[in-house]
């Protein structure tokens, strides 16, 4: 008779396998819009469209929400502050205006400019990530119907399955840190190369789950033999 708590797990495995199978249908289409996002960007001139983006900014302080209200003299302080001190990278302010306690700023910000070709870039790099994504997800609902039919969770084709995740994850990661670094470049003309902390612990998470679901083959193993 199966226990409890297998029954539990075999249930967890169904429902993961559908919202897997949820995911993939919403992966698929993102990946589509990418692929024909980037042909289109592919097949047209690059000087076909020059997209310009000029950004601004209002700032207001409601002086009223901390209860402190402001002088004619220190208002005129503030702002005369805020004129000569304040700067705004790749832009600057261009107003102060102080009325009713409140003290708001207009400011400019850095022009982005970019073509069809560094969409395409994008669009590309996106649809690498949104590949990888969708075979980690396949990974995903592989391990979820493992889980649904298994007598333990310690079978082999369970901890099969969960190593194949593990190592799917590694080039969804990649390629999602590739469409960051590629987008930035696009969107600012900044190459920032930084380390993703959390997606490196969860692969080494993974990896460590799949060595302890071994571990536990083993100890069942070595029951069963008891037994």
Known sequence: M????IERINKFGKVGNIVALIAKV???????GCLIATIVCTVFPENF?????DTAAEVAVDMNVIDVKLSDD???????EITENVSVDGGEVTSVVIENNTI??????ENISFSLKDVAGITLAATATLVAMLVTLFFIGALCKAFAKCETPFEENVIRKMNNLAISVIPMVVFSYVTEV????VMSGDVNL???????LVILVLFMLVHIFKYGAVLQQESDETL
């Open 2 to 5: 199966r226990s409890e708590t």
């Open 26 to 32: 919403i992966c698929i289409v993102g990946l589509v």
């Open 49 to 53: 469209v020059d997209i310009k983006i």
């Open 74 to 80: 220190v208002a005129s302080k503030i702002a005369s």
């Open 104 to 109: 708001t700023l207009d400011t400019t910000g």
């Open 182 to 185: 590629v987008a930035n470049y």
């Open 194 to 200: 930084s380390i993703d902390f959390t997606a490196i």
